[in-house]
């Protein structure tokens, strides 16, 4: 009984090792590590939830390991083309107190000349309409000679992708979807439909509740609040730190975790760890993956939520080392 006892503790210890061994492993990979992502980001910025200027000031500091080719602005609400170069011109003011610490930061002129106006309203019942400059451009950077995949990553609706891949179907080779649904899928649901129900090969990680452990959850303690955390270590650090908190005081920045997801962990495999969560595959075509339903994985009501909080701390101190970047002398 003992000797049996002692086996399986063993077993069990092993098991664990093993384990955390293959996570460590895959969470080597990614931007962090050096593998630069193709990357254009489709935002509803500027329309009913601040929290899209949350996250393009994040992915404005994570710039420099990013090979950035578009900003789109994409329905629903108010949100312009305005309101991304908004963002820019703080990331302008704290620009050369980057390019200190890595050289490789797009300069700014080099970003306004990606933002482009997507579509402005919804799409009609079939779920496209007309090209827009924001549906164009996807096209013309997923027909580019480059061998790498094209990360989309949808922050609102996902109405310019649709429209873009109703125009020219060939492009889905190179795409490879990251889109945060819920209540986005809902401001353009026809949208949406048209790409599940016509386009199964499509990739597309389609998150509609794994991306709330941004927030919810996790290590929330000290200074690893959602509150703390911003007045502590973004607030007065920069023009982009306090152009962040004007816009909203906690951190909330739900559309974050399409990005942590290129920046840790292997982005060819969603079912594998990331910072920005972990998926799992349907039968509903090849490349299609959305939250895991393992209850253990849920964060009260939001299954999958635990794949991406349980980074927490890894990603907010990463955060926390840059955001010293634009604060002067640190």
Not at 295 to 319: I, M
């Amino acid at each position: 009984m003992y000797a049996d006892h002692k086996t399986c503790t063993a077993l069990i210890v092993l098991l664990l090792a093993l384990f955390s061994e293959h996570v460590h492993a895959e969470l080597a990979k990614g931007a962090l590590a050096g593998e630069r992502p193709r990357v254009i980001v489709s935002t509803d910025i500027g329309g009913s939830d601040p929290d899209d200027f949350q996250s393009m000031v994040h992915l404005l500091i994570y710039a420099d390991v990013l090979d950035m080719e578009g900003l789109i602005s994409s329905p629903p609400g108010g949100g312009r083309v305005g309101h991304i170069h908004e963002t820019i011109a703080a990331y302008e003011r704290d620009y050369s107190q980057f390019k200190q610490h890595s050289p490789t930061y797009p300069a700014p002129g080099r970003l306004r000349g990606l933002v482009k106006q997507g579509a402005l309203n919804s799409s009609p019942i079939e779920g496209f309409s007309q090209a827009t400059e924001g549906s164009n451009w996807l096209i013309h950077c997923a027909g580019a000679d480059d061998e790498r995949p094209l990360y989309v990553l949808v922050w609102g609706s996902i109405t310019d992708v649709a429209q873009a891949v109703h125009d020219v179907p060939g492009i889905k080779k190179k795409l490879r979807v990251y889109s945060i649904a819920s209540w986005n899928t809902a401001m353009d649901q026809a949208a949406r439909d048209y790409l599940y129900k016509n386009h199964p090969d499509l990739w597309w990680i389609e998150a509609d509740t794994t991306f709330r452990g941004m927030y919810v959850g996790g290590n929330q303690k000290g200074d690893l609040g959602n509150s703390a955390f911003l007045k502590q270590h973004v607030s007065g650090h920069g023009a982009l730190g306090d152009f962040l908190v004007a816009k909203k005081a906690d951190i909330k920045m739900g559309d974050t975790p399409s990005l942590l997801y290129l920046l840790k962990g292997d982005p060819d495999a969603p079912e594998g760890a990331h910072w920005g969560g972990s998926f799992v595959k349907t039968d509903h075509g090849p490349n299609y993956w959305t939250d895991n339903p393992d209850p253990s994985l849920n964060e009260g009501k939001y299954p999958g939520a635990k794949t991406v909080n349980q980074w927490r701390e890894a990603y907010l101190r990463d955060w926390q080392t840059r955001m010293n970047w634009a604060a002067t002398g640190m």
